[in-house]
């Protein structure tokens, strides 16, 4: 019986072209045009925006490098190449690279508002959130990347990466310099500009200083990633509201009240209702997120994470749906749903973060963007989508829980008695 | 078998249906006639167990429903006045999903639509969006659906509202036959006259939440038995004409149409050569004048002063 009304409520939607596109086609579109138009800017290449980083030496860079030498000068290489060592070492010493060419670069000196730190501070700047990354050079990290390059030792030395998960664009764009500082070093691009001839140094392309090893917020969101995400968690309220509508059109056409008159318990059918509303919007994310993986290589690092995060938030629409459709049912009216349609779910978007990272501005705003469903949902995919394991997200997952319990309560309570009831 | 005893139903603003009662005993078919606004949707969605009645009872087989709908849903068909059905689905997926609330699938669902479709005409649109039907067919597929179950007992709501005549013949052409080879029983609602006269061996007349008859269709006619029911006819009417019909004491009720008026006087009085001097003195041309006996509607001018579809 109610595999027969979600298989009805199945045909009905897939029939419905202009459907279709709202659910499906419009979010498409909209994570194309906002992933690319607002990628410069969500993938940090504004001026306005100021990104606050710290950095924390465990080492003293100069003494790495002079012990560096000292120690090549007592071991067995030709003095010629001692020589030349000697020379180039100091200029590729990469922290000073680092601090001095990249982060005080002309470019990004107005963006980055770079801050040396001592280690004895780390605890503190880790819990200050005004920080979008904490970056950890540990001990002999300069040591070992002279060795890796100059020496080819396999040591692969790596920074620590803090990201302030509260911080979306600012810890994207520390994660999108360090990046691109990496690569730079790899080509050897970056040490051609300095005139360094590198046949003379032999870099070994292969072995990398400066690995970005992601500790706490690990990979970096795109603008696509961000908009598949903010645009899912939106269009997947459009379910509610279409099989809603579909709902309260059984009752209009009287269609109910052969149901009732069936003998069919109500509350069958009301049932039927939730599950429509929330398999659908199971099968609405799983397609849109498809569509983002195989287009814009949105992946998600963890599957059944996704999932689970995705079977919440379908639960919550679906208990929005035997909502919507009780209070239409309840008014005789399909405005509710309409309203809901038009100006609630614009209003639930926004605040939930959909259009864009409104959370990142105030404490306030996130939280309150964390109390719509969509917007813990988001907040939910944004966090495993970084790596995080599904436990980091379980306060969100129990909110969307509880949203979804409370409109499955208050649907069934306002859900009429009797068929034509008025 | 089912009635309605003292039966009101209160709508915020209207009072529906007041004490109203009302049978159908097995076998029969009984009409429920009355203008639009009258309370017989009302009426038997409380028969049908749609809605609770404010006050009074409803009763299947001397048990009240009102607790335990159960046994009355099980041999229960109902066509609404609405087009109850999914205009996005086929003729075939509307009666499958129909036919699998009643808890009927596979094999014997199949054959059942296959024997609905036949009897309804729509065998060669089975597979037709309902949404592309005409309003004819939608109205037999409405029926259709209703009937899935071999129902005993059978409701129909103005089930010929709005479509042509050939649809309308072969609906009541079904109802009939429905009736007399599977002695199903029938309450058939409508507002139009001739139907009710066609089809039903019982009527019941309805007018602002009342009963204003009931009775065979003898019975209802006797109503009339003292007076005749005169039609006169001309090309067109002028007011002074109208206006001495009007005036004058011995005639009952007026209907006027464009063509026609109809009046009802006493059966002692003989109108012929009064209304031949009233068109005389009025410069009218008459082209009949004729006694009918009475019908249905004449029934409802005598009751209401009104014409049924007023
Ligand atoms: N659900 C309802 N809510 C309020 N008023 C209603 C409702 N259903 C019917 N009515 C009113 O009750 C009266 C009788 O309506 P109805 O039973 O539909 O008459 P009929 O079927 O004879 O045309 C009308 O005045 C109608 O407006
Ligand atoms: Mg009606």
Redesign the interface.
């Known amino acids: ?1 109610l595999w ?1 009304i979600i298989k ?1 409520q199945a ?2 939607l897939l ?2 072209p202009v459907q279709i596109l709202l659910l499906l086609g419009l979010p498409i579109i909209l994570i194309t045009i906002l992933g690319t138009a607002l990628s410069n800017w969500m993938d940090g290449e504004s001026i306005e925006i100021n990104v606050k980083v710290a950095m924390i030496e465990q080492e003293d860079e100069e003494k790495q490098v002079n012990q560096f030498i000292s120690d090549i000068e007592s071991g067995v290489i030709p003095e010629t190449a001692i020589e030349m060592i000697k020379e180039t070492a100091p200029q590729i010493a990469p922290i000073g690279i680092l601090k001095d060419s990249v982060f005080k670069s002309e470019e990004l000196a107005n963006m980055i508002d770079l801050h040396e730190a001592k280690p004895s501070e780390k605890e503190e700047l880790l819990d200050d959130s005004s920080f979008a990354a904490v970056i950890e050079v540990p001990e002999n990290f300069t040591y070992d990347t002279l060795q890796t390059i100059m020496l080819h030792e396999d040591i692969s030395p790596e920074l620590r990466v803090y990201h302030n998960e509260q911080q979306e664009i600012g810890a994207n764009i520390v994660s999108d310099i360090l990046t691109q500082f990496q690569e730079q070093m790899t080509f050897g691009v970056f040490l051609s500009e300095k005139g360094i001839d590198l046949d003379a140094i032999q870099i070994d392309t292969n072995e990398l200083p400066g690995e970005v090893k992601r500790i706490n917020q690990g990979n970096p969101i795109s603008s696509k990633d961000y908009y598949t995400i903010g645009m899912a968690v939106m269009n997947v309220l459009f379910m509610a509201t279409a099989i809603g509508w579909i709902s309260f059109h059984e009752k209009a ?3 109910f ?8 318990s109500k509350w069958i059918y009301f049932l039927g209702i939730l599950l429509s509303g929330m398999i659908f919007a199971f099968i609405q994310l799983l397609v849109l997120f498809s569509f983002a993986w195989i287009v814009f290589d949105v992946t998600w690092p963890d599957l059944t994470s996704f999932l689970i995060v995705s079977l919440f938030i379908s639960i919550s629409v679906g208990g929005l749906t035997v909502l919507l459709a009780a209070i239409s049912y309840r008014l005789n009216s399909e405005n509710i749903i309409d309203f809901f349609g038009s100006v609630v779910v614009s209003l639930m978007a926004f605040i939930g973060g959909s259009f864009f990272p409104i959370g990142d501005s105030s404490k306030l705003l996130q939280t309150l963007g964390d109390l719509t469903p969509n917007g813990a949902g988001m907040s939910a995919y944004l966090t495993i989508l970084r790596g995080e394991g599904i436990s980091e997200v379980s306060h969100h997952l129990l909110y969307i829980l509880g949203f979804a319990i409370s409109s499955i309560i208050i649907g069934a309570l306002s859900f009429p008695k ?5 | 078998m089912l009635e309605l005893v003292d039966s009101t139903k209160s709508f915020k603003k209207v009072k529906a249906v007041k004490k109203l009662n009302m049978f159908i005993e097995k076998g029969e078919i009984v009409g429920l006639l009355g203008p639009n606004g009258a309370g017989k949707s009302t009426a038997i969605s409380m028969l049908s167990s749609l809605m609770e009645p404010t006050s009074g009872d409803v009763r299947y087989c001397n048990k009240s429903i009102l607790k335990n709908p159960a046994p009355l849903r099980k041999i229960l068909g109902m066509v609404p006045q609405e087009i109850a059905l999914y205009e996005d689905l086929t003729a075939i997926e509307n009666l499958q999903f129909f036919g699998r609330l009643y808890r009927m699938k596979g094999k014997e669902l199949q054959r059942k639509i296959d024997v609905i479709l036949e009897l309804i005409g729509l065998t060669d649109h089975r597979k037709d969006i309902v949404k592309k039907f005409s309003g004819g067919m939608k109205r037999r597929l409405n029926i259709g659906v209703a009937l899935l179950h071999d129902p005993e007992v059978i409701i129909m709501d103005e089930p010929t509202v709005g479509i042509d005549p050939q649809s309308r013949n072969y609906i009541l052409e079904t109802v009939k036959r429905l009736n007399e080879e599977r002695q199903m029983t029938v309450l058939y609602t409508s507002h139009y006259m001739e139907e009710v006269e066609f089809l039903c061996d019982r009527i019941y007349i309805m007018d602002k939440g009342n009963l204003i008859a009931s009775g065979t269709k003898q019975e209802i006619k006797q109503i009339l038995s003292a007076e005749n029911t005169i039609s006169i006819k001309a090309d067109r009417w002028n007011d002074a004409f109208i206006a001495s019909i009007e005036s004058s004491p011995t005639i009952h009720r007026i209907k006027v149409e464009e063509k026609e008026i109809t009046i009802v006087v006493p059966k002692e009085v003989n109108m012929f050569s009064e209304l031949a001097k009233m068109a005389e003195q009025a410069g009218l041309e008459l082209r009949s004048i004729d006694i009918n006996s009475p019908t249905l509607e004449d029934v409802f001018l005598h009751l209401t002063g009104r014409a049924l579809r007023d």
Request: proline fraction near 0%; charged fraction near 20%.
């Open positions: 019986m027969q009805k045909l009905i029939r419905n056409t009287h269609v009240d052969r149901v009732i008159i069936a003998n069919v009797r068929g034509a009831s008025a």
